[in-house]
């Protein structure tokens, strides 16, 4: 539930890539996710700024489609 964060190692996907991945879902109605907003920037990035914005993005997108 939430924001999701990977940083570096510990995803296999960003494992030797410097970079990190922030992603927030978003749900329909019944409260299952049918889709996800995301930031892929370097792992050293200002978190506290891009993770508010990753959520209210993905809380926008649900209510523009409908899904939230």
Do not use: H, W
């Amino acid at each position: 539930d939430g924001v999701q964060i990977f940083i570096g190692a510990e995803s296999e996907l960003f494992q030797v890539s410097g970079c990190s991945l922030i992603v927030a879902p978003f749900k329909n109605t019944a409260d299952k996710v049918v889709g996800a907003s995301g930031v892929v920037g370097p792992s050293r990035l200002n978190y506290s700024q891009i993770i508010p914005m990753v959520d209210f993005t993905a809380k926008m997108v649900g209510k523009a489609l409908g899904t939230v």
